[in-house]
């Protein structure tokens, strides 16, 4: 049997809830992933993966397979991330730091885990669409075409986000890195 | 840090940090657990009426919704075109014979003798 996205979903359409499951599954763990690198909140991030999959359940007959599933859902998700709108509270988790460990090269580490915290520092300042075209092209490594797909926009858009991100990380973070 | 080596950087960080994280299992878990039946209703695509209709065996007739469309439009023409005035006025014309009262003459009582038609 055809199990891919676009089989799965022709099945959702008809009201099949197992294939619904099987999509959920597939699915969930990277959109939860994805969510909490744009939102930098966990709890807002597993309400965000739960509406857009129940989305893919309730649109299901409506939709086209005009592009993937998987960059229909990654706009879902971003369009449900950017809706929401809560820069206060993102916290990149994953560039917290991590206890500095007094071997041989623990100063650089804790160097270079004290430069990854500015740099999240100063990608939760970015505005919204910004930080998720930077979350989508560094860390899932869309191409500036992908990227503009998900965000509905055209590819020189997208370059005009990336650019503008960078300056405004650059100056953002000009100050501490200068210190360094 | 120089100019020239802050954009090597600025990418190295920016892939560093926007990494996806490693699935976070109980989370996915809650996620999946809140998407267990019952689920919402689906949206129904207009495309896929005609089959909804089926499944409750309400199929249009379709010659049938078309004769009743072309009726319905063919109504709407005569009534915008004025074509059913003739006959408006075809009422008219007998209107006009029964205002003489016929009816009168022949029944009524004749008024000196009382004698009856």
Avoid at chain 1, 98 to 120: C, F, K, M, S, Y
Wanted: proline residues 5%.
């Amino acid at each position: 049997m055809d199990d891919s996205d676009e089989a799965l979903m022709a099945r959702v359409a008809r009201g099949d809830e197992v294939a619904y499951r099987l999509l959920s599954r597939r699915h969930v763990p990277a959109m939860l992933g994805l969510a909490r690198r744009v939102l930098g909140n966990a709890a807002d991030a597993e309400d965000v993966a739960q509406e857009a999959m129940l989305r893919v359940w309730t649109h299901a007959p409506r939709w086209q397979p005009l592009a993937q599933f998987r960059t229909w859902l990654t706009r879902v998700v971003v369009n449900l991330c950017l809706d929401r709108k809560r820069r206060a509270s993102w916290v990149a988790l994953e560039a917290a730091g991590e206890i500095v460990d007094p071997a041989p090269g623990a100063t650089e580490q804790a160097e270079h885990n004290e430069r990854d915290r500015l740099v999240a520092g100063a990608i939760a300042g970015l505005p919204a669409r910004q930080r998720t075209a930077i979350v989508l092209t560094y860390g899932d490594g869309m191409s500036n075409a992908q990227v503009a797909e998900v965000l509905d926009t055209t590819v020189s858009a997208v370059e005009t986000l990336l650019v503008r991100a960078k300056q405004n990380l650059r100056r953002a973070l000009d100050d501490a890195i200068d210190e360094d | 840090m120089t100019n020239d080596k802050f954009p090597e950087f600025l990418d190295g960080a920016l892939e560093r940090i926007t990494q996806a994280p490693p699935a976070d299992n109980a989370a996915v878990a809650r996620v999946l657990k809140r998407l267990a039946p019952p689920l919402p209703r689906q949206k129904i695509a207009l495309r896929r009426l005609p089959a909804v209709l089926l499944d409750w065996q309400f199929a249009p007739a379709w010659p049938r919704v078309a004769a009743l469309a072309g009726c319905a439009a063919l109504g709407f023409y005569v009534g915008i075109a004025g074509l059913d005035r003739r006959l408006d006025s075809l009422d008219a014309r007998f209107a006009v014979a029964s205002q003489s009262d016929v009816g009168a003459i022949v029944f009524e009582a004749e008024s000196l003798t009382g004698a009856r038609p």
